[in-house]
């Protein structure tokens, strides 16, 4: 290789990492069997238009590549309708060979690589000739140099379905639709913790992004397809979700005033109806796998482990005074509230600390785990599109963290999405799997079993009562709703997140309101979206 090749080499690798990100250019020349002819015959000049040429190609500048050939705006008028009519979002060109052609001329093989979108591109070899014109060594223009099969008159087209229904909810509305780059939220669609995993499984699952690369004469008429994927079944994937559900659920959150989560499951299928998250929460999915503590909407498992080891029933008279010393530890009740002597039911409606710690701490050591997993919060689940994690609640041989566990404080932990499974699971009376899709199945990891019918009744109606004339009673007035406050005191004990945990008929869901004090921001909340589905 000649001294001026090599340093020409060193170029254009320069300016290819200076345009790594949209294209790539390298040149190999021919071998040692050139010599002399290849200096005679101008090779170092013709190896460096041939790369000027292709560099602008891969960087789709039409007008730099063009002003490389020997007619520039026959060349500028074809490059530049190519990059619009394909849409190509980086092109590269690599593994361009130079070499003397005989009577004057320099040819040249090469690849180019389009990117046309998300997961399509195209791949195919190429060639060139270099002739000397008045102004140099030129590359000969033919739109040829596009693709080998481009003729004068014709066009390079991508054709997918742009605007066509990708992914819908239950109802058939679109969710997502077919751009050029792939799946996208359909207009007036928010549900960003949902939308882009759920772009990538219709990707890999939906029938309809079917494209093309097509070569049409000057009235459009289609000649030839030279490259893409089929089709195949066009029909949309079906969701579980719900998109008046949805933006009942992102209005909720959006007006809780503090970062928010609100997770909707129908009980009786397990559909993912809405998964929602105010803008104050970021944009981790919190929603389905932050882990918290879950504060009093865990006394429903509580209550569940208290019922199935007979330790008490609903209408036991239990002390609920506004502090209680057990063990080590003194509990209070919120603002320390006091009832006296009332019955298990009522204790749990008005959510008293000091009854359900002095309860937790009596049961067996693993008397709330498997209430916990019976309800649903160490489950596992693998649903595509999403990562679910539900919660963690471990057997605790210590009876000050039982008594700490049993009022939801503690090691225990749940997600929005954990804690609405809880509420589900209640409200249907048997395990529920979550599911995202009609068309592709969850799997279960870790399934679970639930409480017995006699207890989950119990349950159910110290749920209701909650709403009727407990902790919950601003949502009495939305139909017959079940559910549970909570309120979790954060490490420093300074700032307490809010939860509320219920259902109404056949839809059942959870919220976290982040550093709101108390349980009534996350009960405002549900109101919000109750009313609002109703």
Same mark, same amino acid.
């Given at each position: 290789m000649t001294t001026a090749a090599k340093r020409w080499v060193l170029t254009a690798a320069a300016l290819a990492v200076v345009a790594m990100v949209t294209a790539s250019v390298v040149i190999l020349f021919g071998g040692g069997d050139r010599g002399t002819a290849g200096e005679t015959e101008g090779g170092p000049e013709a190896e460096r238009i041939a790369a000027d040429f292709l560099t602008a190609f891969a960087h789709r500048n039409a007008a730099s590549a063009s002003a490389w050939t020997d007619d520039p705006r026959a060349a500028r008028r074809v490059l530049t309708e190519a990059v619009a009519d394909l849409g190509a979002t980086a092109v590269e060109t690599g593994a361009a060979t130079v070499r003397p052609a005989g009577d004057g001329a320099m040819t040249g093989s090469f690849t180019v690589r389009w990117t046309l979108g998300e997961g399509r591109v195209? $791949?195919? #070899?190429? =060639? /060139? #000739? &270099?002739r000397l014109t008045d102004r140099g060594w030129r590359v000969r223009? $033919? @739109?040829? &140099?596009?693709? @080998? !099969? /481009?003729? #004068? %008159?014709? *066009? /390079?087209? &991508? *054709? =997918?379905? @742009? %605007?066509? @229904?990708a992914a819908v909810d239950r109802d058939g509305t679109p969710l997502l639709v077919w751009r050029h780059d792939g799946p996208r939220a359909a207009p007036g669609v928010e549900a960003p913790v949902l939308l882009p995993g759920m772009a990538r499984v219709t990707r890999e699952h939906g029938g309809g992004n079917g494209w093309s690369v097509v070569l049409v004469d000057a009235r459009g008429g289609e000649r030839q397809r030279l490259t893409g994927e089929r089709g195949g079944d066009s029909r949309p994937l079906a969701s579980t979700l719900s998109i008046p559900v949805q933006r009942a659920a992102q209005a909720a959150v959006d007006g809780a005033g503090a970062p928010a989560m609100l997770v909707a499951i129908q009980p009786s299928t397990g559909e993912l109806l809405a998964v929602a998250q105010s803008t104050e929460a970021g944009a981790a999915p919190g929603a389905l796998t932050g882990l918290y503590a879950p504060g009093s909407t865990f006394k429903i498992a509580t209550a569940t482990a208290v019922l199935e080891h007979g330790v008490a029933a609903p209408d036991t008279v239990l002390p609920c005074p506004g502090t209680a010393r057990i063990g080590t530890r003194t509990i209070p009740n919120d603002d320390r509230f006091d009832l006296g002597a009332v019955p298990l039911h009522t204790a749990f409606a008005h959510s008293c600390n000091t009854t359900f710690a002095r309860l937790a701490a009596d049961l067996p050591h693993d008397a709330l785990a498997t209430a916990a997993s019976q309800l649903g919060l160490n489950a596992d689940f693998t649903i595509p599109g999403i990562t679910t994690e539900a919660g963690k609640v471990e057997a605790a041989a210590d009876p000050v963290r039982r008594l700490e566990d049993g009022? %939801?404080? %503690? !090691?225990?932990q749940a997600s929005p999405f954990g804690v609405a499974l809880m509420a589900a699971t209640v409200a249907r009376g048997a395990p529920v799997t979550p599911t995202l899709w009609r068309d592709v199945e969850t799997t279960v990891g870790t399934g679970y079993q639930a409480p017995s019918p006699a207890v989950l009744d119990a349950v159910r109606a110290m749920m209701r009562e909650t709403v009727t004339s407990g902790t919950a009673q601003a949502l009495a007035g939305l139909g017959e709703v079940h559910g549970k406050t909570g309120t979790a005191q954060l490490p420093d004990r300074t700032q307490a997140h809010g939860w509320f945990a219920g259902y109404r008929g056949d839809l059942a869901f959870a919220v976290l309101v982040q550093g709101a004090g108390s349980s009534r921001p996350a009960v405002d909340a549900g109101a919000a979206f109750l009313a609002a589905v109703s």
């Open positions: 195209w $791949t195919y #070899e190429n =060639t /060139l #000739e &270099l223009w $033919t @739109p040829a &140099l596009i693709h @080998p !099969r /481009l003729r #004068e %008159g014709q *066009r /390079l087209v &991508l *054709r =997918t379905h @742009p %605007g066509t @229904p009022i %939801g404080q %503690g !090691r225990v």
